[in-house]
């Protein structure tokens, strides 16, 4: 084995990376899988094509919010991070020993790559400067792993086609599913199991999608919930733990729509179905719910000693699709809108309807529609 080793290093050259590698075939090429240490990994991939056009380069520029996010995640959870293997292309020499016992055809072996090779990553340039930045403040990772996948360079134009291939094909979780699975944030692993607590939510959430079907029996959206709840407490973001106050607050918000909005309560007496409350009524959209999120938060700030008193006001109002207020607010031509001024502007009419009177600022939203 040491012999085959020597060849095989003077063949690719006198210096030389070598890895544990497994061999595959994918479209006809092979390719390799190999696990590195963390502490090469910035040695490895150099990324210094910031003032080369994009035409001319294989990768997008690295954007300077997502890097320290990533880091973050490395350092705060240095027993429970987990990375995908990292996608790179190899410019130079590379040559696969297969283990001794196995024979030329194996598949299981070394993988040695010239350290003159120049290698770009197709994907993962963020995962690899957030690891660089991570061991700058904790060298001890240095000695983990990472998975990287090897292919041999074929060009500008393959590369290109691969950094296309690889983000255009990949399928970004939705929102909703984000926040189900999120058990180590606290606000989603709260909003989670509020849905499952309160009678109007139970069976009546889809968890997965952002949106619901015609035929569906779901009333509310998980990050319909969420996003609304973020706008009763004023957060921009998830990650804030939230106090019990705070918690308290929101569970009392959501028991005091489902006692006020009359739909609501037709819907807990089974006397209107979810696909009959959607198709009618404006009051389960999640631009609804972050408008009545606004209303809740504004209350809480000017009446926080009633403010559920205030709330009474919602059984006045007229939540149908045909109310002409909605239209240029939650609806454009009779279909929901899609945009933060519209939020806002829904907020305005149903402070006015629960008798409100609007502020300067809240007037400031109806200068811009």
């Not at 990324?47 to 520029?61: G, M, S, V």
């Not at 999120?182 to 606000?187: E, L, N, T």
């Amino acid at each position: 084995m040491l012999a085959s080793t020597r060849v095989v290093e003077q063949s690719v050259g006198s210096e030389t990376y070598g890895f544990d590698a497994i061999r595959g075939i994918q479209a006809g090429r092979e390719f390799y899988v190999a696990m590195c240490p963390l502490k090469i990994i910035p040695k490895l991939f150099v990324f210094n094509d910031h003032d080369i056009p994009p035409q001319l380069r294989a990768q997008r520029t690295l954007s300077g919010t997502r890097i320290p996010a990533i880091k973050n995640y490395i350092l705060n959870n240095p027993t429970d991070y987990i990375f995908s293997s990292l996608t790179a292309s190899v410019d130079g020499t590379m040559r696969f020993t297969p283990a001794a016992s196995l024979g030329q055809e194996g598949k299981l072996g070394r993988l040695y790559i010239a350290m003159e090779s120049r290698l770009l990553i197709n994907d993962g340039q963020h995962r690899r400067k957030a690891i660089e930045e991570a061991l700058k403040e904790k060298p001890e990772l240095g000695h983990e792993m990472i998975s990287v996948v090897f292919f041999q360079d074929k060009g500008l134009k393959r590369s290109q086609q691969m950094f296309s291939d690889l983000n255009k094909n990949a399928i970004k979780p939705t929102k909703s599913l984000n926040i189900l699975y999120d058990h180590r944030d606290s606000f989603s692993k709260f909003i989670v199991d509020l849905t499952a607590s309160m009678e109007i939510f139970q069976d009546r959430v889809e968890l997965e999608k952002t949106s619901i079907s015609n035929r569906s029996t779901k009333t509310f959206t998980l990050n319909g919930i969420s996003d609304a709840t973020m706008h009763l407490l004023g957060i921009t973001r998830k990650g804030r733990k939230l106090t019990d106050e705070e918690k308290v607050i929101v569970k009392e918000f959501w028991e005091q729509l489902a006692n006020n909005i009359s739909e609501w309560q037709l819907l807990l007496q089974r006397k209107i179905t979810s696909a009959e409350l959607r198709k009618q009524f404006v009051h389960g959209n999640t631009n609804s719910l972050n408008a009545l999120g606004i209303v809740g938060r504004v209350l809480i700030e000017q009446y926080p000693d009633d403010w559920q008193v205030k709330l009474r006001g919602l059984k006045n109002i007229d939540w149908s699709r045909d109310n002409p207020q909605w239209e240029g607010r939650l609806l454009l031509n009779g279909r929901m809108l899609k945009n933060a001024i519209g939020v806002e502007l829904a907020a305005n009419t149903i402070l006015q309807q629960c008798g409100i009177e609007l502020s300067e600022d809240r007037l400031n939203f109806e200068n811009k529609s």
